[in-house]
C-alpha cells in the first residue's frame, strides 16, 4: 500500500469516526431531550419540537449558512460551529436547574441553537468533500458517511432510553458535550485542502436558492427528489397508523417494523461503499425508477394480500431502506463532482432546505387522508402516482436537461 492510499484511508476513518459520533451524541440528546419533556410536562409535544424547529431555522438561517461556506475556509467554519455547540451545551448544563420550571422554554431555545451550530457545521462538512478526498474516493467517502449516520439512528434510540433510565438528565447533556468535544478534536486533527474563496465578495443576493440556477442537472434532481419525498411519506404516515389504529397492534411491532428500515438502510449503505460507479447520473435515474416501483408494489401487495400486512411492511420497510442507503451517496457525489466549489455550500444548504420544507406539509395531508380513506385504496393510488410522477418528470421534463453539465 503506497502512501498516498494509507493516507486516504486515515482521512476515512477519520471523517466516519466524526460522523459516527457526533450522530449519536447528537440523537441520544434529542431523544433524551423529548423523554425530559413529557416527563416533566406530561406532553407529547417534545417530540415534536425538533420536527418543527428543524425546518423552520434551517429556512431562517440557509442564506448565511450557504453564503458563509463559500466565502471563508470551510474547516474553520466547522471548527467555530462546533465550538459554538459546546459552549452552548455548558451554558445549558450550568443553568439547566434554574429553568426547570420552564424547561419547554428553555428545550426550544436549545434546539434553536442546536440547529443553527448544527447547520453551520453539517454543510461545511459535506461541501468540504472534495478537500478532504480526491475526486476518485468521493463516493466512497459519501458512503461510509450515510452508513455511519445510519449506524447512529439505530443505535441512539435504544442507549437514550437505557441512560434515561438510570441516570440524571444532566448527564446526558454533559454526555452531548463530551461527543462534541470529540467531534471537534477529530475535526481539527482531519486535514483539509484550502477552498478558494473572496473574502472580499460582498453577500447582496440571501436568495440561495438563485444558486441552482446555474446547474440546471441538479435543480432537476432536486425537483424530482422533492416530489417523490411526498409521495414515500405515504410509508412513514401509514405503516404505524395502520399497524396500531385499525390492525389494534401494539406500539412495540410498529417499532420493530420501522426498525427493519435502518436495517436494509444500513446493508445498503454497506453495498454502495465497496462498489465504484462509471456512470453516476444513469444510476441515480435508475434509483429513481427503482423507488417509484417500490411503492407501486407496495400498494398492489396491499391491495391483494390483505392478510400479510405485517409480512408486507416489514418487507417493503427492509428493502426501501436499501434502496434509499445506496441511492443516497452518488447524489452527493454528483453534486460534489458538478458544482466547483465556491458554489458547494449554498447548493448543499438549498437542497437540505428545499428537501425539508414539503416535509411538514406531506405529513399533514397523509394525516387527513388515512384518517378519511381506506389505506389499501391510498398506497395503491399513492404508488401509481409515484410511477407516473416519475415518467412525466424524468422522460418529458428532464428530457432537455444537460446531465454532464
Not at 482521512?11 to 460522523?19: C, D, M, N, S
Not at 473572496?198 to 443576493?205: P, T
Amino acid at each position: 500500500m503506497d502512501l498516498e492510499e494509507t493516507a486516504t484511508n486515515k482521512q476515512l476513518i477519520k471523517a466516519r469516526a466524526t460522523t459516527v459520533i457526533n450522530d449519536l451524541g447528537a440523537s441520544i440528546f434529542n431523544y433524551a431531550l423529548s423523554l425530559k419533556l413529557l416527563q416533566v410536562t406530561g406532553s407529547a409535544m417534545g417530540y415534536g419540537t425538533s420536527l418543527i424547529i428543524g425546518p423552520l431555522v434551517g429556512v431562517l438561517v440557509a442564506p448565511w449558512v450557504g453564503n458563509t461556506v463559500d466565502r471563508y475556509q470551510r474547516k474553520n467554519i466547522a471548527l467555530i460551529a462546533e465550538s459554538a455547540l459546546i459552549l452552548t451545551l455548558i451554558i445549558y448544563f450550568l443553568v439547566f436547574e434554574i429553568f426547570h420550571t420552564n424547561i419547554l422554554i428553555s428545550a426550544i431555545v436549545v434546539v434553536c441553537l442546536n440547529n443553527i451550530t448544527a447547520r453551520f457545521f453539517t454543510i461545511s462538512y459535506l461541501s468540504s468533500t472534495p478537500q478532504i478526498v480526491n475526486g476518485e474516493h468521493i463516493q466512497r467517502l459519501n458512503s461510509i458517511e450515510s452508513t455511519a449516520a445510519t449506524v447512529s439512528s439505530i443505535l441512539a434510540p435504544a442507549i437514550a432510553g437505557f441512560l434515561f433510565g438510570i441516570i440524571d438528565f444532566k448527564w446526558l447533556i454533559i454526555l452531548q458535550i463530551v461527543t462534541e468535544v470529540v467531534t471537534l478534536i477529530l475535526t481539527v486533527v482531519t486535514h483539509f485542502d484550502n477552498n478558494d474563496v473572496d473574502n472580499a465578495k460582498q453577500v447582496r443576493n440571501l436568495n440561495i436558492f438563485k444558486s441552482l440556477n446555474k446547474y440546471p442537472a441538479v435543480r432537476f434532481f432536486l425537483i424530482v427528489t422533492m416530489c417523490l419525498n411526498i409521495t414515500s411519506t405515504a410509508l412513514v404516515i401509514g405503516m404505524p397508523y395502520v399497524v396500531i389504529q385499525i390492525l389494534k397492534y401494539s406500539t412495540t411491532i410498529s417499532g420493530n417494523i420501522e426498525g427493519i428500515y435502518s436495517v436494509g438502510a444500513l446493508i445498503g449503505g454497506i453495498i454502495i461503499t465497496l462498489v465504484s460507479l462509471k456512470n453516476v447520473f444513469k444510476f441515480i435515474r435508475n434509483m429513481y425508477w427503482v423507488s417509484s416501483l417500490q411503492l407501486f408494489l407496495l400498494g398492489l401487495s396491499l391491495f391483494v394480500l390483505p392478510h400479510y400486512v405485517l409480512f408486507i411492511f416489514a418487507f417493503f420497510e427492509f428493502s426501501i431502506g436499501i434502496m434509499n442507503a445506496i441511492s443516497e451517496p452518488p447524489i452527493f457525489t454528483y453534486v460534489q463532482k458538478v458544482v466547483p466549489e465556491e458554489d458547494l455550500g449554498k447548493v448543499n444548504t438549498s437542497m437540505y432546505t428545499a428537501a425539508q420544507i414539503l416535509t411538514p406539509i406531506a405529513v399533514f395531508i397523509f394525516s387527513i387522508v388515512f384518517a378519511k380513506v381506506n389505506y389499501q385504496v391510498i398506497f395503491l393510488v399513492n404508488g401509481i402516482v409515484s410511477l407516473l410522477l416519475t415518467l412525466f418528470l424524468l422522460e418529458i421534463v428532464g428530457k432537455g436537461v444537460n446531465y454532464n453539465e
